[in-house]
Every structure is written in C-alpha cells, then in structure tokens.
C-alpha cells in the first residue's frame, strides 16, 4: 500500500499560479505510476496529468496543456503539479493517485477507476 496526502491549495485569482504537491508513504514510491485527477462540484472526477515511474514521461488532459507541469521526486517521494495561467474553470478539488499497474504506453492512464490508491484531496479556488 501507499498513502498519498496532497498540499499546496488554495485561492488565487486568475492568472496566477499554484503548486500542489502529494507526499507518499508506504510502499516504494518509484514503483507506481502517478497521476492528477480533479473533480468540480457537479462533475465528474476528470484527468489533469499522468508521469510515468521513472522514465519521465508525462501525459496531459488537453485543457491544462501547456500551463500545467507534472513532476516527480523519487528520492523525496512526492508528486507535483505547477500550475500556471490559472482559470476559474480550472476551480476544483485536486487528488493524486498511484497505481502499480498502469503504463503511459497504454490508454489506462487517463481512466480515474484503474487507480488504486488516492489521497484526501485539495481545494484550488481560482477568482476571476
């Protein structure tokens, strides 16, 4: 198992910035796929970003490209998501998410209900 525990949220006005980050716990951080998924009130859990073990490749949800930046430390285990060019529509709560199984290569990373693991949440709040 790991336990995933996201920080770093808040309110800020559009057009600014935040960085969340996600400390794991437990297991081998190294060994899971990791992932960003947020979920507005009314709306569906949708995908924001994905970063692979440990070959750096990243995946992005069409909405945040180019603004968001998913990384990793696997020598602190933590996730992290940069966001920047922040919009009232980016306004949701922000989970990461671990899985042992999922592969970039394949098309499970996208998908909310093959992560096994998932922290508590974080508010981001982006005023116009």
């Known amino acids: 198992q790991v336990q995933l525990v996201e920080s770093g949220g808040g309110l800020v006005q559009a057009g600014g910035s935040l960085r969340l980050s996600c400390a794991a716990s437990?297991?081998?951080?190294?060994?899971?796929?990791m992932g960003w998924f947020r979920q507005a009130p009314g709306k569906e859990r949708e995908f924001v970003a994905a970063?692979?073990?440990?070959?750096?490749?990243?995946h992005y949800a069409d909405l945040v490209k180019g603004r968001f930046t998913i990384s990793r430390d696997n020598v602190k285990n933590t996730l992290y998501l940069q966001m920047n060019s922040l919009k009232p529509e980016d306004t949701a709560v922000y989970y990461c998410?671990?899985?042992?199984?999922?592969?970039?290569?394949?098309?499970?990373?996208?998908?909310?209900?093959?992560?096994?693991?998932w922290g508590q949440g974080t508010q981001v709040t982006v005023s116009s």
């Open positions: 437990g297991r081998t951080f190294s060994i899971f796929a």
């Open positions: 998410a671990a899985d042992r199984d999922i592969f970039l290569s394949g098309d499970y990373y996208s998908r909310p209900d093959k992560y096994d693991y």
């Open positions: 970063v692979s073990r440990t070959t750096g490749i990243t």
